[in-house]
């Protein structure tokens, strides 16, 4: 099997990512981020859960701290001093919530630990169209980080970005994963609590949504919201 | 002044850059990264003195630890198994103190820190041709994450990325640095040792003949070597 680095933050999108690239054939070499987010000790919980569940073994599994995004803060992430919003789909514009740049230290650190164990797979899931609005989810930084990553490395060292669900709505990516077995009962998409999800910012509200138009029920418990 | 944000290593090429920047007019914010290099506290202390002779104030100096690169190894620089080789000028390829894909690492948080505090410029002294060969230190790598810098930060970021010493040599790195008053003798470039530079390590090789070739006296001490 050929190796596969995916880009595990612990939520939905990236579950069903890695649940992807298993069904293509790939040995997984999970990466996840700590940047001091809010949920940083749930989502790192529900990453070693996934990472459990597809038996990646620890040699396999790279938990990188990235203090420069807390450090430099510009989001109500990682920054107190930035309230978080209520959760409001119809809000239009870059949400506060938006870390600056995010992507590319996470992808960097997909690609150098791709260059030292030679995969040649990188699968991220970002999904531009039905979600936040991030910039750094858009399909033209992802080809233009991929051009970067095989100008700035070995020659032999040829990394290609998977994005396979880039153009796909949330309900879509709920249908994908229900179909592949992905285990969604152990993400975390909450931004704001690590007990039981909030059910009520923007990103427990575009899962519920999500969940809601494909015709499932969310197998996670929430506190309060319109989850039904 | 316009605010310019030099990725500072402490070596000499980072400090004739920062002198460039600031002769071009622009207001100096420096960063700079502790990744678990072996001289890791010397290199952060040509940082802190560099930034003392340009008058930069705290909140203009960001020192971010990046882990990720000490994680992930594959290097001689960040790897205690990788021997670090004697210094030898002549030797082709790729050598075993490239540490994979660093600068995309750094470039990213200069381009998340120039979101935030709205920095248009970020000023690098990588040089591509008299140098070491690393692939992230290449033009065409720097443009292509320029590229992707633009393509994923807000529509109202736009960055652009100076490359003043891109086609320079060592020894004409030493002239400009000289021409301009840059405090070359704050500056640490060797790559083994944190008391006096070993004058046998690749860089310092590479500094002391841009020294002789520049017909100057390098103002830092050496431990031994062939520096005259």
């Not at 995004?69 to 938006?98: F, W």
């Not at 899931?125 to 070995?154: I, K, M, W």
């Amino acid at each position: 099997m050929s190796l596969a680095i995916v880009a595990l933050s612990g939520g939905m999108d990236s579950c069903v990512t890695a649940s992807i690239a298993r069904r293509e054939g790939h040995e997984l070499a999970l990466l996840h981020v700590c940047y001091g987010q809010l949920t940083e000790a749930r989502e790192r919980l529900a990453f070693e859960q996934i990472a459990d569940y597809y038996g990646v073994p620890p040699g396999r599994r790279l938990v990188v701290p990235m203090q420069a995004l807390k450090l430099i803060g510009g989001s109500s992430l990682t920054d107190p001093v930035i309230p978080l919003e209520k959760g409001d789909l119809g809000r239009s514009g870059i949400p506060l919530t938006y870390v600056p740049f995010r992507n590319a230290h996470l992808l960097a650190a997909c690609v150098s630990w791709a260059e030292v164990i030679k995969a040649r797979r990188i699968y991220i899931g970002a999904v531009e169209g039905d979600a936040s609005g991030y910039p750094d989810c858009r399909e033209s930084f992802l080809r233009a980080f991929e051009t970067a990553a095989n100008e700035g490395t070995r020659p032999e060292t040829n990394i290609a970005i998977h994005t396979p669900l880039i153009d796909k709505t949330k309900a879509e990516i709920v249908k994908i994963g229900m179909s592949i077995d992905a285990p969604l009962r152990l993400t975390w998409s909450c931004y704001c609590s690590e007990t039981l999800a909030c059910g009520l910012c923007d990103s427990c509200l575009l899962r519920l949504r999500g969940f809601e138009q494909a015709g499932f029920a969310d197998p996670i418990e929430y506190l309060s919201g319109d989850q039904g």
